[in-house]
């Protein structure tokens, strides 16, 4: 079943890429919607079962639930600052549209890790190779708000928005950099402990405060 979904994300893809020199902002937003719809959902389909139906089997997969939560929620806050930024954009270039096709072959990548993190967690390597595509996603959301920020130079609103943004992906991506290091170094669940620090102290409340701000962004 996992292969089924799987195809159909690279099915997915072939289609965004075919459709690149046509695509106009809706058609590029509806496509990242539903690829990011089928990985979340990809997510608990690795969750392992317990082996007794008993609340000592429930807390011998904390890990796992903490994995998939984190997975869970940090994807969707991905989804909620693409859905805000593509709500104001009013031009896309060809460059933007495969920086986004990167940037979902990234995202594809998490119901892997997720699983393969769980599995080992204590494992420099597994934690690497979380801490790594998320942060190639990470660099994949800063290239893309910079050709999103050059192709629609003129809108002041815009700009704003963007260079609030980058100010605060900035501190993300330092924490999430020094937590890789010390994930691949003497401690391996850095990696998704500075993950779990940037979400809640980071990207969250700059969440909350930029609605704060504004009506009618899900309209």
């Not at 809706?26 to 719809?37: G, Q, Y």
């Not at 605060?168 to 890789?180: H, N, Q, V």
């Amino acid at each position: 079943m996992i292969y089924d979904i799987m195809l159909l994300l690279i099915f997915d893809l072939y289609k965004i890429i075919e459709w690149s020199l046509i695509m106009n902002k809706e058609r590029l937003a509806a496509f990242m919607d539903a690829v990011l719809a089928i990985i979340m959902t990809i997510l608990i389909l690795e969750l392992k079962k317990p082996e007794t139906a008993s609340l000592k089997a429930l807390w011998n997969l904390r890990i796992d639930f903490f994995a998939y939560t984190l997975s869970f929620f940090w994807l969707g806050t991905m989804w909620i600052n693409l859905h805000n930024e593509w709500h104001k954009i009013k031009y896309i270039t060809t460059s933007i549209v495969w920086t986004n096709v990167v940037l979902l072959f990234f995202f594809s990548f998490f119901p892997y890790v997720t699983s393969f993190v769980t599995s080992y967690y204590n494992s420099s390597i597994a934690q690497g190779f979380y801490g790594v595509i998320v942060l190639a996603v990470t660099f994949c959301n800063i290239i893309s708000r910079h050709l999103i920020g050059k192709a629609n130079k003129d809108d002041k609103d815009l700009q704003e928005s963007l260079k609030i943004k980058m100010r605060w992906l900035r501190i993300d991506t330092i924490i999430k950099i020094i937590g890789l290091i010390i994930s691949c170094t003497f401690y391996p669940p850095a990696m998704m402990m500075s993950v779990y620090i940037t979400l809640l102290g980071i990207v969250l409340p700059a969440q909350y405060k930029a609605a704060k701000g504004r009506k009618g962004t899900f309209d």
